[in-house]
């Protein structure tokens, strides 16, 4: 049986949280799981890349309280933050990247969240 792959255009935006960076979830349908994370958008080498990292529910929480729903937020919030919570890369889009989807097996289960 194939597992459920997911696409950095298949998380679902929970809000922004600078120009380019997007606070959401993966929802793994088969699985019951959800897996929370950023996508970053970034130039390399002359190109934009999107890069998806996964990142804890306490961070999830954190974060959703500085982003804004279909705007940027006033006060944008600082790369810096953001990276601090990067937990594991889990898929981006560009050639530079190790994988372009990613499965239940490219996160860390403890981060996750049964539904």
Known sequence: MKKEEKRPADLLSDG???????????????????????????HIAGADVSMVYQISKQDYLRLKEMSAVDQLPEIEVPIETIEECHCNFLCGESAYCIRNRCTLEDTDLSLTEEF
């Open 16 to 42: 922004a949280l600078a120009y380019g960076t997007v606070l959401g979830r993966f929802v793994f349908e088969e699985e019951r799981r959800i897996v929370y994370a950023v996508s970053e958008l970034m």
